[in-house]
């Protein structure tokens, strides 16, 4: 049978990062994707204009009805954009708990855009990451859920270490913001320690590179592969898709790999 695979995140007109990525990056992984939308956001690859959310009813609803028809073997979560969206979810996920769940923590656009209302960080950290299975937070979203300040490897490590105190198995700290090091990122749980390396490639064609590793974590797991495994071949195939970025549009181009 097929695995499938639920994205609950943002639209993003431009098709480089959000539900749009996601669904991409499921095909690409062999995996039926369905898509449970949050808020629709007008946006390019210079960067976002307008966001309009979506009722949470509207949400938990779109989480209920596919879940119970199709059925879904893995869950990734992106932008919630609100409070109330982030209750609905938790709600909606509390009923579904033999899912497996991939956790991106979106906060801010590249450009800035904030794509999470001021003050939820704190309502993520304690009512939705004991309900996820792996987290994925940037260096920037890692600071903001603990408060500490990111600037090496072994900060890194603290951070991840810091963040399975809330009932994560796993926390995957992305280096990518780490300037002056590789964009290597570290997989930690409480009882192993996983580095991935991949080298800093110099492009501008890094829009949706969060998204795409997120949901190819979630394809991994809806295929039944363990959390390390999935994890190492998102990082692969997010390494790939950015090599093969076609440089579309004028700001932030988008990812692009089908094996
Ligand atoms: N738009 C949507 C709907 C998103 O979900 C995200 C990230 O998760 C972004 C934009 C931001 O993508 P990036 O920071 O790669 O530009």
């Not at 695995?3 to 039926?32: M, W």
């Not at 949400?59 to 409070?83: E, N, T, Y």
């Not at 190492?232 to 089908?258: C, D, M, R």
Request: aromatic share 6%.
């Amino acid at each position: 049978m097929v695995a499938r695979a639920l994205t609950i995140a943002g639209s993003d007109s431009g098709g480089g990062a959000g539900i749009q990525a996601d669904l991409k990056t499921f095909s690409a992984f062999s995996v039926y994707g369905m898509s449970a939308i949050t808020a629709v956001t007008v946006q390019d690859t210079m960067g976002v204009y307008r966001i309009v959310a979506i009722d949470p009813d509207v949400v938990a609803q779109q989480i209920d009805v596919v879940i119970r028809d199709l059925g879904v073997d893995a869950i990734k979560i992106g932008m919630l954009f609100s409070a109330d969206i982030i209750d609905a979810v938790v709600d909606r996920l509390r009923h579904y708990p033999d899912i497996p769940v991939v956790l991106d923590p979106v906060m801010r656009a590249k450009g800035g855009t904030s794509l999470l209302s001021p003050g939820a960080e704190n309502q993520m950290r304690e009512q939705l990451l004991p309900l996820a299975t792996v987290i994925t937070p940037n260096l920037p979203e890692a600071e903001a859920l603990t408060g500490r300040i990111i600037r090496s490897p072994e900060d890194m490590r603290s951070a991840g270490t810091a963040l399975l105190q809330y009932g994560v198995p796993y926390v995957l700290v992305k280096g990518g913001h780490l300037d002056g090091y590789p964009a290597n990122d570290l997989l930690v749980s409480q009882h192993e320690e996983l580095w991935l390396e991949a080298p800093r490639v110099n492009t501008v064609n890094t829009h949706g590179t969060g998204c795409t590793l997120s949901s190819a974590i979630a394809a991994g797991l809806s295929q039944g592969h363990d959390v390390p495994k999935s994890v190492i071949q998102a990082k692969n195939y997010v390494t790939q898709a950015i090599l093969e970025a076609p440089s579309l549009g004028h700001g932030h181009g988008p990812l692009w790999h089908f094996p």
